[in-house]
């Protein structure tokens, strides 16, 4: 990462958590315009950022500080701004998480946005593959497919295929900090760890531990309740 892209992660986290505050203060009226607008400029720069835009990047960061900044020195609302050192280290760790990412749910979304509270988040999609190996099924969308999907997610800065025959090599090759396996991935901690020091890999590996807590929150779940409307579904079809 460079000098620049650095100093802007460390602004988009503080904006984060300064957005954080707000929300806790009631956003209504005029002040409820503009936390919109520097969560718009916000959004913009994590797009610029996955681009390479950096230039760009620290401009619209900068307009989303400037603007929450004006609150607190006009008294309309308590915000309380972190030293740029406190941010430094999640601004530059380098996050990895993996996963099939078949049909994005909320236990996904949650799960990325842990992964970015943590660091820059590489997102690896299993081959379409792989999928077939180790689930004993087709994917339902097709890998191409996924990682864009996946690609196009706030908290996700760089998306990518793994590999079908190595699941370890795309560790090798993106050099992450810190590997972040999700609540229900079937191996633990441990194992992952070795496997990745006997390839000279030195990352720190730890486990999402918390699930969310919805009825569609898994692609099974998602699954089983198209499977049960699969007659009124193709009757919708049908009809269209």
Request: charged residues 30%; neutral net charge.
């Amino acid at each position: 990462m460079t000098d620049l892209a650095g100093r802007v992660m460390v602004y988009v986290r503080n904006v984060e958590q300064a957005l954080e505050q707000l929300r806790g203060q009631g956003l209504g009226g005029d002040v409820g315009e503009v936390v919109e607008l520097a969560e718009a400029y916000l959004k913009d720069t994590k797009h610029y950022l996955k681009v390479g835009d950096y230039e760009t990047a620290l401009a619209t960061i900068s307009y989303a500080e400037g603007l929450l900044d004006a609150l607190r020195v006009l008294k309309l609302r308590d915000i309380r701004w972190m030293k740029p050192s406190d941010l430094a280290k999640s601004a530059e760790r380098k996050v990895f998480v993996a996963g099939t990412f078949d049909i994005i749910h909320p236990g996904h979304i949650e799960y990325l946005r842990y992964a970015w509270s943590l660091g820059r988040v590489v997102a690896v999609v299993s081959t379409d593959e792989g999928v077939r190996r180790v689930k004993g099924r087709e994917p339902i969308i097709p890998a191409e497919q996924r990682v864009k999907v996946l690609g196009a997610i706030e908290y996700v800065t760089k998306a990518r295929v793994g590999y079908p025959d190595d699941m370890f090599r795309v560790v090798e090759e993106e050099k992450p900090d810190l590997v972040l396996l999700g609540p229900n991935q079937p191996f633990s901690e441990e194992e992952v760890r070795r496997a990745l020091r006997s390839r000279g890999v030195d990352a720190e590996v730890v486990r999402m531990s918390r699930l969310v807590n919805c009825s569609l929150c898994s692609t099974s779940s998602i699954i089983r309740r198209i499977i049960g409307m699969s007659s009124e579904l193709a009757s919708t079809l049908n009809n269209h």
